[in-house]
């Protein structure tokens, strides 16, 4: 019982991700992919985003605090940076990073590349809370749910 | 119907357990690519770095089926890592990219991806890829056998990589019918051991690595051939190489035309090179690049050429050896080089590594020296600018001399764009360089007859800076000096002007040439000029060349700026200069002295004397070897060597010299490539000095 209501409970958390726009079908993607030899490849699949995420998020900091900043190097950052997090289907994150991207073309909107990136990592911050306690959750429902988790 | 059952290799069962190599530098792209591949029942490698995966396959030819890579990513760029997967392994590479502008997928085209996926990546997608393993090899064998026969189509334009044979076959109905007509015995008889659908291990033959040697040899016996003549099975001959079967030769050949003309496309654009090749001694100029690749190929054109254009070299560049040979002989070289200068297109698109080495020698007949220039641009991929026309200008002087402007590009690593383009870098287009060459002396005044156009060939050469690791140029100039004609003193002057940063710096004065090049971001391929002098001006020539030598890494630009002795030039130059090096044959005693320059990282320039007095053997590939029937040959051979630094060599003509003088000039035109595109226009100047002996005094 209590099963099913953390199930149900999971299936409503995961939709909501879809449906504030936190995640798009990719990560549903990566959801099919899941299967019994990966019982945790969406989760692996997600920690190794932020791992290596935040790396990156470390180097544009750093990039960002030059004076003048360095466009280019900005633009190739955040063009890895969106390449990840369009793998796991990060939605707000990566129309953040396209945003960053604009604006790093332009090439003369340093305020706005700052207040971008900063909006930037507050979405991935709560997207990694978010997911974070998802998947906690879902280890507690049970491994076999996640494989035959509804889909919407 | 694999024997491959017993060893549990599941590739009869085809498309499963197709070998798959995927590269990308994210690890969460690539977790992600591995476990879909998995999913489709590949069986996969990854790696992160472009350059383990070269070594992957390298080490073991028939390891994989197919490659998959990123795009962009930090230790090489993406299509490089295609383009000498494409030469060196005959893979089929798909590209992958969050990017899917029409102008990078074109790109991977150009360099040969046989299909171009958006990440993310979907399953579907995947699902589909093991098609072009089959196409490839199915046409590819198709493609081997009427290869020979196909020649003159495929000299028009050969499209894609092989993997787009297939489409070449289906599209080209000629190419179809002609196959069936011509190949039917070969097909069958190579069906047997060709590429089997069926059976794809059976069909993998083993694979042939294309060294610097044997593409040296490739070259050559293409040039010798004439490009448009080179069939397999003589260039096989001509090679003498064993193990080497003329389907291996075949492939290879394809893709050579592949890279000729997307090098020619971007010369083309930029500007149109005039090869005056009069009656001057010819000389050869040969470029050669070679870099750790070490593909290069040269090609010989006979003839003369007046405003060809020639190709650009890939924005790679290499720096081809110029070789001049100076004499009549030149005439009886194949001329199918020559028709490669006609068009020279660079491809916008910075070429990747692969260095294509083109060298297109223009004989002319000029008493005279003969400028040629080979331009040689390294330009990085990411140079969009190289073109470079280059023109090859010859002097007209009573000597008959054939120039010959050898064009070299390719080099595996590194492309050389010759270009002139007006990119301010440098004009030089891809592969001629302009002689020029006043004489000094009396003679006549004028080196370059009253045109005095100059056509320079100014290389191009962006380098990117990913580049430079790989690339390594070697600039073989070799003038061949013929002069054996009556003219007497040549004198070359050309002075350069480097369109690098100004577009049209001409200077009518040919008295000095100089070349400057200085390009920040790009390399600049080194030109070298040579200017011959005539005998009666001077016992030796004096080259001077300033070679800029594009560091790898780091763009650097190569001007190669000759002055020449003051000579009233009347070249006039339209185009922007770019540096050209002539390599001035010996005069009398066509003794030449070696040009050594050793080029500094970043915008070195040497001023070199060149004396020719003894000749030294570059340490680069032979030259190109023409058939020069009595010609006097003297070749300088130039190698740039871009890690290393620069220096050329040259080597001493063996030809004899004109009495009295003759010039070969070689121009070895450094392009310094600007990141940005510009063109080079060059300069077209006439030197059409009939009988005038040109001194060159340098």
Redo the contacts between chains.
């Keep these: 019982m209590e099963r099913n209501q953390m199930r149900r409970q999971l299936a409503l958390i995961r939709q909501s991700f879809f449906d504030q726009g936190f995640l798009d079908e990719?990560f549903i993607?990566?959801e099919?992919?899941q299967d019994d030899a990966?019982p945790n490849?969406v989760e692996?699949?997600v920690t190794?985003?932020y791992r290596?995420?935040s790396r990156l998020i470390l180097n544009i900091d750093q990039a960002l605090e030059r004076n003048p900043l360095d466009f280019n190097k900005l633009d190739?950052y955040m063009?890895?940076f969106?390449?990840?997090s369009?793998?796991?289907?990060a939605k707000k994150v990566k129309a953040e990073c396209t945003q960053f991207r604009e604006y790093c073309k332009a090439g003369n909107s340093e305020g706005r590349c700052m207040r971008t990136f900063q909006q930037l990592k507050k979405e991935y911050a709560i997207l990694k809370r978010k997911l974070e306690a998802y998947f906690q959750q879902a280890r507690q429902a049970g491994p076999l749910e996640t494989a035959c988790r509804s889909r919407n | 119907m694999t024997v491959e059952a017993e060893i549990d290799d599941p590739r009869d069962q085809f498309p499963i357990g197709m070998r798959v190599l995927a590269v990308d530098d994210d690890p969460t792209c690539l977790f992600l690519l591995e476990k879909l591949l998995r999913r489709c029942q590949y069986h996969v490698t990854t790696t992160n770095q472009a350059i383990k995966a070269l070594n992957l396959l390298r080490e073991n030819k028939d390891q994989f089926d197919l490659v998959i890579s990123d795009v962009q990513m930090p230790d090489m760029d993406g299509f490089k890592l295609l383009e000498l997967v494409g030469l060196e392994m005959d893979l089929p590479v798909i590209m992958l990219s969050i990017n899917g502008d029409t102008k990078l997928v074109m790109k991977g085209i150009t360099h040969g991806a046989c299909d171009y996926l958006l990440k993310p990546v979907r399953i579907e997608e995947l699902k589909n890829i093991w098609q072009h393993v089959i196409r490839r090899k199915k046409f590819d064998s198709k493609d081997r056998n009427n290869c020979g026969n196909q020649e003159k189509l495929h000299s028009g334009s050969v499209e894609g990589g092989p993997g787009s044979a297939g489409t070449l076959l289906d599209q080209n109905g000629k190419l179809n019918k002609k196959r069936k007509d011509q190949d039917e015995e070969e097909f069958e008889e190579h069906d047997e051991n060709g590429p089997d659908n069926d059976d794809p291990s059976n069909q993998k033959k083993p694979r042939v690595v294309w060294s610097v040697d044997l593409h040296r040899k490739f070259v050559a016996a293409v040039n010798q051939l004439g490009i448009d003549k080179a069939v397999p099975k003589k260039i096989l001959d001509l090679m003498n190489v064993e193990k080497l079967t003329r389907e291996n030769v075949a492939s290879h050949l394809q893709k050579y035309r592949l890279y000729l003309k997307r090098i020619s496309c971007v010369a083309n654009q930029q500007a149109n090179m005039v090869a005056a090749l009069g009656g001057t001694d010819a000389s050869f100029l040969q470029m050669s690049s070679l870099n750790g690749a070490g593909n290069f190929q040269t090609l010989n054109g006979s003839g003369q050429f007046h405003n060809t254009a020639f190709r650009s070299f890939p924005p790679s560049g290499m720096l081809g050896r110029l070789s001049t040979s100076a004499g009549l002989g030149i005439h009886s070289l194949p001329s199918s080089g020559m028709t490669q200068l006609g068009h020279s297109q660079n491809s916008g698109s910075s070429t990747i590594d692969q260095v294509n080495f083109q060298q297109v020698i223009i004989p002319g007949n000029h008493n005279g020296s003969v400028l040629q220039g080979v331009p040689m641009s390294l330009q990085l991929d990411q140079l969009q600018h190289n073109k470079s026309v280059t023109r090859v200008r010859e002097l007209s002087t009573a000597v008959d001399n054939t120039t010959v402007f050898p064009i070299s590009s390719g080099l595996p690593d590194a492309r050389m764009t010759i270009g002139s383009s007006s990119n301010p870098l440098l004009g030089v287009t891809n592969n001629t360089l302009m002689l020029e060459g006043a004489p000094q002396g009396a003679q006549t005044g004028k080196v370059f007859g009253n045109h005095s156009s100059v056509s320079f060939a100014s290389l191009n050469s962006g380098l990117s800076s990913p580049l430079p690791d790989h690339r390594r140029l070697n600039d073989n100039w070799s003038t061949a000096q013929s002069s054996g004609i009556q003219s007497n003193s040549f004198s070359l002057n050309d002075t350069f002007k480097q369109a690098t940063m100004q577009p049209s710096n001409l200077r009518d004065n040919m008295s000095t040439m100089a070349l400057q090049i200085g390009c920040d971001p790009c390399n600049v391929s080194s030109v070298s000029s040579i200017s011959t002098q005539s005998q009666d001006l001077r016992a030796d020539v004096q080259c001077r060349t300033n070679l800029i030598s594009s560091n790898a890494g780091q763009v650097s630009n190569n001007a190669l700026a000759q002055r020449w002795d003051d000579h009233d030039q009347d070249g006039s130059y339209h185009s922007n200069v770019m540096c050209s090096s002539i390599n001035s044959m010996i005069p009398v005693n066509g003794t030449v002295g070696p040009l050594g320059q050793h080029l500094g990282p970043k915008n070195t320039i040497f001023h070199t004397n060149m004396d020719f007095n003894s000749m030294e053997q570059s340490n680069f590939i032979d030259p190109l070897y023409m058939n020069h029937n009595e010609v006097n040959k003297s070749t300088m051979e130039t190698s740039l060597k871009l890690k290393q630094g620069l220096f050329m060599d040259q080597r001493k003509p063996q030809g004899s010299f004109i009495s009295g003088n003759f010039g070969s000039l070689e121009d070895i035109v450094s392009a310094m490539a600007k990141q940005e595109q510009d063109k080079l226009k060059l300069i077209e100047g006439d030197f059409g000095c009939d009988p005038y002996s040109l001194g060159t005094c340098m």
Excluded: A
């Excluded at chain 1, 369009?86 to 289907?89: E, K, L, M, Q, W």
């Design positions: 990719q993607q990566l099919e992919l990966n490849f692996e699949v190794l985003y290596d995420s190739n063009h890895q969106k390449g990840s369009t793998s796991i289907g």
